[in-house]
């Protein structure tokens, strides 16, 4: 099982890397030339997601959904997270989030949702409030005290960037398969979560989901956006290779459960280190089920 996973990631990674990593760098005569592809190298990609094989209902002989915390200080997700600055670096690296927010605003991602139900759509206005704070300083409020025009310089405009992204929320269900007799995973949606920018100056502002994606939805998009890789930069990963194998390390903060999905800190409250444990009991708990299909 580990060496068809192996096969498969080395495959994909070595497909994808001829055609996006730095294309036409060492052919270029000037710097316009670098990360054009030339018409040859159009002609023969066939790029696309590695697409999901079919899987009926009465092949799933066990699952359960989790939520989890993808905590962006952490080195293993540094690659959801940098680069946060962008006017220094080359138009091909863009973190997760400006990638999300591009795509959003020209189009190419048509659906967000307000939570991880996908119940109910949002638009780009809708969730302007979440996004961006405008206020008046003092100065300007004192000039429309004097019955004066507001000055464009008295607008404190604040902005959540890329460098304001704490952490990402992933849903995602655990199911075994028993026609290839293997336990595996899916990713359902993913949500940004920031500081309330309402708030974000202060020493300890809430954390709370920008919005909600339904990833099927985004493959194609996230599959074309690379990631940074540090042990080999030819060869760039996409988010959407990321993500699908799971290269990012978090904690399970929910799961489907009789109580209406009630998360661990509902239920276990003031205790970080016993919130870690409990995540760690639902993910043995999950994982031992495959052991125990093979345990007579």
Do not use: C
């Amino acid at each position: 099982m580990k060496l068809k996973r192996f096969l498969l990631t080395a495959t994909t990674v070595f497909a994808v890397s001829g055609m996006f990593a730095q294309a036409n760098l060492l052919n270029a005569k000037s710097p316009e030339e670098i990360g054009v592809r030339t018409k040859s190298q159009k002609a023969i990609d066939n790029d696309k997601p590695l697409e999901y094989g079919y899987v009926d209902d009465r092949d799933v002989l066990f699952s359960k959904i989790v939520w989890e915390k993808v905590v962006l200080d952490e080195r293993a997700n540094f690659p959801l997270y940098y680069p946060i600055d962008t006017n220094n670096i080359g138009s091909n690296r863009r973190s997760l989030y400006d990638v999300l927010m591009k795509n959003i605003k020209n189009g190419r991602i048509e659906n967000i949702y307000d939570d991880s139900y996908f119940r109910t759509k949002r638009t780009l206005d809708d969730i302007q409030a979440a996004l961006v704070k405008v206020d008046t300083t003092e100065m300007g409020i004192e000039q429309l005290n004097a019955g004066e025009e507001l000055s464009a310089e008295y607008i404190d405009r604040r902005e959540l960037t890329a460098a304001d992204i704490a952490e990402y929320r992933v849903k995602g269900v655990w199911y075994f398969d028993k026609r290839q007799a293997e336990l595996k995973y899916r990713l359902l949606g993913i949500a940004p979560v920031a500081p309330d920018v309402n708030f974000i100056d202060e020493e300890q502002p809430d954390l709370v989901e920008l919005f909600w994606i339904f990833f099927p939805d985004v493959r194609e998009v996230l599959h074309e956006a690379k990631a940074f890789n540090n042990e080999n930069s030819s060869m760039p990963y996409s988010f959407d290779h990321i993500l699908n194998s799971r290269r990012f390390n978090g904690y399970i903060y929910a799961e489907e459960n009789v109580q209406g999905d009630r998360k661990v800190n509902e239920y276990i409250t003031q205790n970080a280190l016993m919130q870690l444990l409990e995540s760690d009991r639902i993910k043995t708990k999950i994982r031992d089920f495959e052991l125990d299909m093979w345990t007579y």
